[in-house]
């Protein structure tokens, strides 16, 4: 099946400092990823859809600025928390469809564990 | 606009024992319904689909059948395992795919 595969699992940074994760399809082309974050104990909230080649579409109330998503190519797309905070501190999970037929199954990453000091 | 509900957790179990999470669903058009299950420390990953009515998903003895005039689709397994300890989450796609939304995760703890 499909592999969706993000790096890095764990990171831990300092306030203030930026921090990229990486999500990518490792065995299709992924024109669409969706970047979402998880909290203790709760669902996933999407953060934001990315479309190779195009700017990402963010949900309400996601701070584009803070959170920056580049999908330059149809097997990576990335996320950067920049300036990050302790309150950043969380799970953040990316899953992408395959192409074809979309029934709309979603193949995720086994997730990043971000903690900010 | 489309919303999914699910049963509020954590769900304790003894190993064997049968198993239900119910699931219901709000939404326009022909959405396809998704269980995904999140092991700890982990992302998720599908654990069965159906994409019309009165289709049945199965997956490791785990099955859901989407029901459109009670628009449910509950997770049903016979005799769960500890291995079965998990998050697990009920998901509709629209009919385009191109928009998934999840009900809040029902959290199962299965006791040896």
């Known amino acids: 099946g499909a592999v969706v595969s993000q790096h890095p699992s764990r990171v831990i940074c300092k306030s203030g400092t930026s921090v990229k994760i990486e999500c990518r399809s490792l065995d299709f082309q992924a024109t669409t990823m969706f970047w979402y974050r998880q909290f203790p104990k709760q669902s996933l909230m999407l953060m934001a859809t990315?479309?190779?080649?195009?700017?990402?579409?963010?949900e309400q109330g996601v701070e584009k600025d803070k959170f920056l998503i580049n999908h330059a190519s149809l097997t990576l797309s990335t996320l950067t928390v920049t300036s990050a905070h302790p309150e950043d501190s969380s799970f953040y999970i990316c899953?992408?469809?395959?192409?074809?037929?979309?029934?709309?199954?979603?193949?995720f990453g086994e997730g990043s564990r971000l903690t900010v000091l | 606009g489309d919303s999914v509900t699910q049963m509020e957790g954590p769900v304790t179990l003894s190993e064997e024992a049968f198993l239900t999470i119910n699931c219901t669903y709000t939404?326009?058009?022909?959405?396809?319904l998704f269980w995904y299950v999140q092991y700890p420390g982990e992302g998720l990953q599908l654990l069965l689909k159906a994409t019309k009515a009165d289709d049945k998903g199965s997956n490791k003895g785990f099955e859901a059948t989407y029901r459109k005039e009670t628009t449910s689709f509950h997770l049903e397994k016979g005799s769960v395992q500890v291995s079965d300890s998990a998050v697990y989450f009920c998901?509709?796609?629209?009919?385009?795919?191109?928009?998934?939304?999840f009900g809040a995760g029902t959290r199962l703890f299965v006791k040896a």
């Open positions: 939404a326009t058009g022909y959405p396809s």
């Open positions: 998901a509709l796609s629209d009919t385009g795919g191109f928009k998934t939304i």
């Open positions: 899953s992408a469809t395959a192409g074809g037929v979309n029934t709309g199954e979603l193949f």
């Open positions: 990315s479309n190779e080649g195009s700017k990402a579409t963010y």
